[in-house]
């Protein structure tokens, strides 16, 4: 699908120029258990508001019981009027605590609930629960639904001119907001928020025009200046709705655009990172295991 194509093409040209390729822990079943001596420490985990990270279970085991359960593989912000919108729990593992991976959720450690309003959407966690009195971590896989952007460098040279947001944490999905029938689904920068930062983003699709968004159009200066300067970076926030599933609940996603002159100028160590995110979202599994994937980070390299 179009949606796709520069970001399949962007991962080949990580492939060419990054040769470090580590092994990947597959997050990808539904249930899994481990011992996991740091989880079961009361007050231990993490959410939005900051709190220490456990490690992800370093052995992860099928079929373990009990593991926390929303009703869905996957879960969609809903509008509320402006309150919170909580999601809880819909078995009864007992008493316990709960923790998640990768930052990002809003989870509370006591009973489980998200609230989904303080959450990063638009990517898959895995949701651990210890039960008291024992080190074995439960884990269930859980999507929050909404709109994301791969970690990627895109060539304007080479073509790698759009930035496409991908949905749902499948970047196979067909986008709910383009193609026959799907006119008006999606809105996005509903603020102008991203507009007066020189982003020159698609209001219906998402799409980012990098080259407008790094050169400006029609005396419009872009995101960088007039003289984008090498190594700069620009972080911008998109607000944004969607009607299928979401019901057009108000979400939102900071991005990071970067900007280099030529490939050989860009950081080796953000090329292994980008891959290593780009891997793990098109097979499937987290975008990380340990550290916060957000924002996602678009490299814009002029040649």
Request: glycine share 10%; with cysteine; net charge neutral.
């Amino acid at each position: 699908m179009k949606a796709n194509l520069q970001l399949v093409a962007a991962l080949m040209l990580l492939f060419s120029f990054v040769a470090c390729h580590k092994a990947i822990t597959d997050a990808s079943t539904q249930t899994t258990a481990s011992t996991n001596r740091n989880a079961g420490r009361p007050g231990a985990g993490h959410d939005t508001a900051g709190r220490t990270q456990v490690a992800y279970p370093l052995h992860p085991l099928t079929g373990c019981f009990p593991a926390p359960l929303y009703g869905d593989s996957v879960i969609y912000p809903q509008p509320t009027g402006g309150a919170d919108n909580i999601v809880s729990i819909v078995n009864d593992p007992g008493r316990g605590h709960y923790f998640s991976w990768p930052a990002g959720l809003s989870l509370n450690e006591h009973t489980g609930a998200i609230n989904l309003s303080k959450s990063e959407t638009g990517q898959r966690y895995a949701i651990g629960f210890v039960k008291d009195g024992t080190q074995d971590t439960c884990l269930s896989t859980l999507i929050i639904g909404g709109a994301d952007y791969m970690d990627s460098v895109y060539v304007l040279g080479n073509g790698a001119t759009i930035a496409n947001p991908y949905f749902d944490a499948n970047a196979y999905q067909a986008s709910d907001c383009s193609g026959p029938g799907n006119s008006g689904h999606c809105a996005f920068d509903v603020n102008g928020s991203a507009t007066g930062q020189g982003i020159f983003i698609d209001k219906f699709t998402g799409e980012i025009d990098l080259e407008k968004t790094l050169n400006g159009d029609r005396n419009i200066v872009g995101a960088f200046g007039s003289a984008p300067v090498n190594g700069a970076s620009v972080n911008v926030t998109i607000a944004y709705s969607l009607k299928k599933h979401s019901n057009s609940a108000p979400q939102s996603i900071t991005v990071t655009l970067k900007y280099y002159d030529s490939m050989s100028q860009v950081d080796p160590a953000i090329m292994a990172a980008i891959q290593m995110r780009l891997i793990n979202i098109m097979s499937g599994n987290l975008i990380s295991y340990s550290y916060n994937p957000r924002p996602p980070l678009i490299v814009i390299v002029r040649r």
